[in-house]
């Protein structure tokens, strides 16, 4: 039995325990009213209701509720009652630092990290260790969605790459002009990763947690207190695009077209 299992049982067994207690009291408050109710004045009578009902609430309160330390137990931002814990860097260190706990502040609210709760480990180049597999999309479908899509993706790709050389103030920001084509990146992923058949899957949800951190990253470049820091945010949105890239990369064969160059890190 899971961790998830015994707080529903033990929740169960509390909320029993609480009524079978309340059913107990009722009864004994309702006898005392009856005994006393031919003999007792009024005043005397609205005391022992009082009485009853301060009895009763005193009953619910000494209820011994089992509650366990959920120590491991959190919820990640769309409600998920996880047993790991959670938070905007668990699981890399490299996320970016600016992504609200609530995930209100991304593009896609709806990412991987909406629904799980931790960061997406970065993608290494070549690698098909994660995500595991790929959702099947028809080829039709991706190379028409690779045709729509694909130069603006790639003239992005281009101005982050180069994003470093551009001083602070003249970084566009993300969330007043979508000069980076973040929106078509994930109308792409939409079309690689997802289908009527298949509804979003984990791995679109991944694609736009890597589009959401480019979006945050760029903020963090616009904002960092350092050059240092500015270039930590621009190798991290560079290895989200990467990521990203190397997701459909694995969707993307002769009859789709050419896949995407990968950026390289500094």
Known sequence: MTYVSVLKCLALANFFLMCHALRGTLINSRRSLRT???????????????????????????????????????????????????GIKVGNEEASPSRKPNNSNVLFQQDYYFKFGTAAKFISPGST??????????????????????????????????????????????????????????LLANGFLASENTGTTNELLLARYYINEIYLDIGDMKNAPSQNAKKESWNAAKKSLNSYFGMLNRSINAKVGDQFELLGIE
């Open 36 to 86: 006393f109710s031919d003999t007792t004045p009024t005043r005397l009578q609205s005391a022992e209701t009082i009485f009853s009902r301060r009895s009763l609430l005193g009953t619910v309160s000494s209820i011994p509720f089992i509650i366990p330390q959920a120590a491991s137990a959190a919820f990640a931002p769309g409600g998920t009652l996880v047993e790991y814990e959670v």
């Open 129 to 186: 260790d994660f995500p595991k597999t790929m959702p099947f999309v028809l080829s039709q479908q991706r190379y028409d969605n690779l045709k729509k899509y694909g130069d603006r993706v790639k003239k992005g790709a281009s101005l982050i790459s180069s994003l470093f050389e551009t001083s602070q103030d003249e970084i566009v920001d993300p969330s007043i002009s979508d000069v980076y084509q973040l929106r078509p990146m994930g």
